[in-house]
């Protein structure tokens, strides 16, 4: 159980272009779900923590108009990447958290994002 | 800015050998989590400590919380190749909300 998925695993867009991951948890229920991005050999940065029905919240630093979130249901968040650059090119990897579960997140297996 | 702080950053150990992995910080942590991450997938949980002090074991991992919940440990016994990865530390400030470690990212050679 609590098995999370993201789509796509990997794209490829040019610049200027926007692109949109999705985030599924697939047999549980998940009232706040994480998006993170990883660039490579370094650690997961948290870059939003998305509630459902709600509006997400931003870390410092990241651009709430180019990363769109949107959390509209307790199985489903997506990630929209606008007017996308080279230097967005990255490892994206949401989690899930179970309502009521203190403490538990569940990770998605990522999706690689390249931006020619 | 990154608030917890892992050390070593990177450990290459023969199959056998014993390490620990290290997890700092100043700010005090509701509780805490270990991950291994393989390339191109997705963290894997490990272990959660929530109470100062904590010792959990999870075959040849031993995970401890420190005192003050600022600080952990990772120690691995006999390490052997499938223990090869990214390991990560990540701190929760509220119920839910984790931040990441550094990274240590171990090799164990056959």
């Known amino acids: 159980g609590a098995v999370v998925s993201q789509h796509p695993s990997w794209v490829i867009c040019k610049s200027g272009t926007s692109v949109k991951i999705e985030c599924r948890s697939l047999?549980?229920?998940?009232?706040?779900m994480f998006w993170y991005r990883q660039f490579p050999k370094q650690s997961l940065m948290l870059m939003a923590t998305s509630n459902e029905g709600s509006k997400a919240t931003y870390e410092q630093g990241v651009e709430k108009d180019k990363f769109l979130i949107n959390h509209a249901s307790l199985t489903l968040s997506t990630l929209t990447v606008t007017s996308a650059h080279p230097e967005d090119s990255s490892f994206y990897i949401c989690s899930a958290s179970i309502a009521g579960a203190k403490y538990e997140q569940y990770f998605g297996p990522g999706t690689r994002l390249t931006v020619t | 800015t990154q608030l917890l702080e892992q050390s070593p950053q990177f450990l290459s150990i023969q199959e056998g050998e014993n390490l620990t992995v290290y997890c700092n910080s100043s700010s005090v942590f509701s509780s805490l989590q270990w991950y291994r991450q393989e390339p191109g997938e997705g963290p894997v949980l490990l272990v959660t400590v929530v109470t100062g002090g904590e010792v959990k074991k999870l075959k040849r991992l031993t995970f401890q919380f420190g005192d003050a919940r600022k600080d952990s440990s990772l120690h691995i016994t006999a390490a052997q190749p499938g223990d090869t990865g990214l390991y990560l530390c990540?701190?929760?400030?509220?119920?839910?909300?984790?931040?990441f470690g550094t990274g240590t990212r171990l090799k164990v050679l056959a």
């Open positions: 990540a701190g929760a400030r509220g119920t839910y909300k984790y931040i």
């Open positions: 047999d549980f229920q998940a009232t706040t």
